[in-house]
């Protein structure tokens, strides 16, 4: 489904077919034709393989990925692919990966499901992926290990620590091929889709229908490129009976536990009383472990959460060599260009504190210092954690153990376009 919504999308096909004869892979036959599911229209893709049921080790798939003419990076994540499916399965079985022979997975379909899902993704430029939270479906499955539980064991393995749900008629939506190519595309989850301009969409078809449409869907987001976008989720509790050092010492703990950022908030509850709302922002991978602790060091009885969703600057640090020491300057970018900046305030309260110079003072020199280094393009990169340590001697002499390094600022990585898809039945 997967592949097929690529197609649809990009009308590729030919290139795939082109790829995978660079692989000593043989005994099978493509084939990709237009069917509907639920009324809905899409592509679906089939691979006819005849050579039976045949079990794979990881060390034989290794050898023909890496045996290949493929490209390094497609070996690279095929290769990752299968060993994580391979560490999934051992998990289970309680065997070392290296031991694991492949029966579904193994065969040439699955094959060619995972490394034809990272030809076109190279195809595309190796865009972010991002999906939607999985319907993992519900019922039994048959394999060659008998009639298991939905969603099966390798597949739950491959999934800790990613959201899911449980919706429709029973049947296996998210397979274990479908599942390792959520994990090694890196799991990002999001339960609407990304900021960004839609640039194209395709339809991957299932080979079951049922009353939920068995369809995977795949859109090509251009990002703006003057603002940054995120997803996230806001967690809120209203608490009317806690002591305010209480109060700092839970916000202590939720920024321990992941919280991007807590803050708290007057409100009026019933029966007329003052009370503190306590609200606290993180990425959702990190909210079901947030609300455990807000409700484990709160008097709350209960945690709301919605999901939310931010524009941001671009923002980097370099640093700035002062006459009183090294400086972190803080830098918000949009279209490319410096619209604000300003030094880090826990340095120069550092730089304050140990010469007994108001901070006021040193915040001016540093503006000046700045705009002079600006002018005369004198500001560099270096190692701050190396430099901020010196010790109140070396402040004296802002030269006297100067070293060489980089400092890498912290950014968020966002690519040019974004993948949302939906992994159903069939989802390899």
Same mark, same amino acid.
């Given at each position: 489904?997967?592949?097929?919504?690529?197609?649809?999308?990009?009308?590729?096909?030919?290139?795939?077919?082109?790829?995978?004869?660079?692989?000593?892979?043989?005994?099978?036959?493509?084939?990709?034709?237009?069917?509907?599911?639920?009324? $809905?229209?899409?592509?679906?893709?089939?691979?006819?393989?005849?050579?039976?049921?045949?079990?794979?080790?990881?060390?034989?798939?290794?050898?023909?990925?890496?045996?290949?003419?493929?490209?390094?990076?497609?070996?690279?994540?095929?290769?990752?692919?299968?060993?994580?499916?391979?560490?999934?399965?051992?998990?289970?079985?309680?065997?070392?990966?290296?031991?694991?022979?492949?029966?579904?997975?193994?065969?040439?379909?699955?094959?060619?499901?995972?490394?034809?899902?990272?030809?076109?993704?190279?195809?595309?430029? =190796?865009?972010?992926?991002?999906?939607?939270?999985?319907?993992?479906?519900?019922?039994?499955?048959?394999?060659?290990?008998?009639?298991?539980?939905?969603?099966?064991?390798?597949?739950?393995?491959?999934?800790?620590?990613?959201?899911?749900?449980?919706?429709?008629?029973?049947?296996?939506?998210?397979?274990?091929?479908?599942?390792?190519?959520?994990? /090694?595309?890196?799991?990002?989850?999001?339960?609407?889709?990304?900021?960004?301009?839609?640039?194209?969409?395709?339809?991957?078809?299932?080979?079951?229908?049922?009353?939920?449409?068995? $369809?995977?869907?795949?859109?090509?987001?251009?990002?703006?490129?003057?603002?940054?976008?995120?997803?996230?989720?806001?967690?809120?509790?209203?608490?009317?009976?806690?002591?305010?050092?209480?109060?700092?010492?839970?916000?202590?703990?939720?920024?321990?536990?992941?919280?991007?950022?807590? =803050?708290?908030?007057? $409100?009026?509850?019933?029966?007329?009383?003052?009370?503190?709302?306590?609200?606290?922002?993180?990425?959702?991978?990190?909210?079901?472990?947030?609300?455990?602790?807000?409700?484990?060091?709160?008097?709350?009885?209960?945690?709301?959460?919605?999901?939310?969703?931010?524009?941001?600057?671009?923002?980097?640090?370099?640093?700035?060599?002062?006459?009183?020491?090294?400086?972190?300057?803080?830098?918000?970018?949009?279209?490319?260009?410096?619209?604000?900046?300003?030094?880090?305030?826990?340095?120069?309260?550092?730089?304050?504190?140990?010469?007994?110079?108001?901070? /006021?003072?040193?915040?001016?020199?540093?503006?000046?210092?700045?705009?002079?280094?600006?002018?005369?393009?004198?500001?560099?990169?270096?190692?701050?954690?190396?430099?901020?340590?010196?010790?109140?001697?070396?402040?004296?002499?802002?030269?006297?153990?100067?070293?060489?390094?980089?400092?890498?600022?912290?950014?968020?990585?966002? /690519?040019?376009?974004?993948?949302?898809?939906?992994?159903?039945?069939?989802?390899?």
């Amino acid at each position: 489904m997967f592949l097929a919504a690529l197609f649809d999308m990009t009308d590729s096909f030919e290139h795939l077919k082109k790829e995978l004869n660079k692989m000593p892979l043989s005994g099978y036959s493509l084939d990709l034709f237009k069917d509907k599911r639920g009324g $809905i229209s899409g592509l679906r893709f089939d691979v006819d393989s005849k050579e039976g049921h045949v079990h794979r080790h990881l060390s034989y798939i290794e050898e023909m990925i890496q045996g290949s003419t493929l490209s390094d990076e497609v070996k690279k994540m095929t290769v990752r692919a299968f060993t994580l499916l391979a560490e999934a399965e051992g998990k289970v079985h309680g065997e070392p990966a290296d031991h694991v022979h492949f029966h579904e997975v193994g065969a040439v379909d699955s094959i060619i499901d995972i490394t034809g899902a990272m030809i076109m993704l190279e195809y595309l430029g =190796w865009p972010e992926v991002v999906f939607s939270p999985l319907n993992v479906g519900s019922g039994t499955v048959s394999c060659a290990h008998g009639v298991l539980p939905v969603p099966a064991p390798a597949t739950v393995e491959l999934l800790k620590g990613i959201s899911v749900y449980s919706e429709g008629d029973p049947m296996e939506r998210v397979t274990p091929t479908g599942a390792v190519l959520v994990k /090694s595309l890196g799991g990002r989850i999001s339960a609407g889709m990304p900021h960004g301009k839609i640039a194209d969409t395709g339809i991957g078809l299932g080979s079951r229908d049922g009353i939920l449409p068995n $369809i995977l869907r795949a859109t090509m987001l251009e990002k703006n490129d003057a603002l940054l976008f995120d997803r996230g989720v806001e967690l809120s509790a209203n608490i009317d009976d806690m002591l305010p050092q209480d109060l700092a010492f839970l916000m202590e703990k939720l920024f321990d536990a992941g919280a991007l950022d807590v =803050w708290f908030e007057n $409100i009026q509850m019933k029966k007329n009383r003052p009370a503190v709302k306590v609200c606290v922002l993180c990425h959702e991978s990190y909210s079901e472990l947030l609300q455990e602790t807000l409700l484990r060091e709160s008097s709350s009885l209960g945690v709301r959460k919605i999901y939310v969703e931010r524009s941001m600057l671009e923002r980097s640090t370099e640093i700035l060599e002062t006459s009183l020491g090294p400086v972190r300057i803080k830098m918000a970018v949009m279209g490319g260009k410096i619209i604000k900046e300003m030094p880090e305030f826990e340095d120069i309260k550092k730089i304050a504190s140990e010469r007994s110079i108001p901070l /006021s003072e040193v915040r001016s020199l540093i503006a000046r210092e700045r705009e002079t280094a600006v002018k005369s393009s004198k500001l560099i990169q270096g190692d701050f954690e190396t430099k901020l340590n010196m010790t109140k001697e070396d402040l004296k002499d802002p030269h006297a153990k100067e070293t060489d390094g980089h400092y890498h600022g912290l950014h968020h990585s966002h /690519s040019h376009s974004h993948d949302h898809s939906e992994i159903g039945e069939e989802g390899k």
